[in-house]
């Protein structure tokens, strides 16, 4: 099983920029996909990003203003996220999609208005 740990949440002001990293504790294969959701009070989990040794997927509401990326030397997935929203506040989780699913505990994002 793997380990997920993220970092780099808080409050911020709307039309402020976080990043966000998960770190794995081993190895990240580069065959693997790799992720970030999102959860709000009330709401489903839902999908933000996700990458892949091939490509890259976002959600259409922050399509333009997030960018996943990854450091598979580091076993490091990370989240920049650009022009925030109150909408954006939630608990964000890091998946790490590989034989079985492993998450993170979640971390909280608030953008405040």
């Known amino acids: 099983q793997v380990q997920l740990v993220e ?3 808080g409050l911020v002001q709307a039309g402020g920029s976080l990043r966000l990293s998960c770190v794995a504790s081993r190895s990240i294969w580069s065959i693997s996909t790799m992720g970030w959701y999102r959860q709000a009070p009330g709401k489903q989990r839902e999908l933000v990003a ?3 040794s091939g490509s890259t997927n976002y959600a259409d509401s922050v399509t333009g203003r997030c ?3 990854r450091d598979n030397y580091k076993n490091t997935l990370f989240l920049q996220m650009n022009s925030l929203k109150p909408e954006d506040t939630a608990v964000y989780y890091c998946l790490y999609r590989f034989y079985r699913d492993s998450w993170g505990q979640g971390i909280q994002v608030t ?3």
Do not use: E, K, L, R
């Open 7 to 9: 970092s780099g949440g």
């Open 50 to 52: 996700s990458i892949s």
């Open 67 to 69: 960018a996943i990326s």
């Open 111 to 113: 953008v405040s208005s």
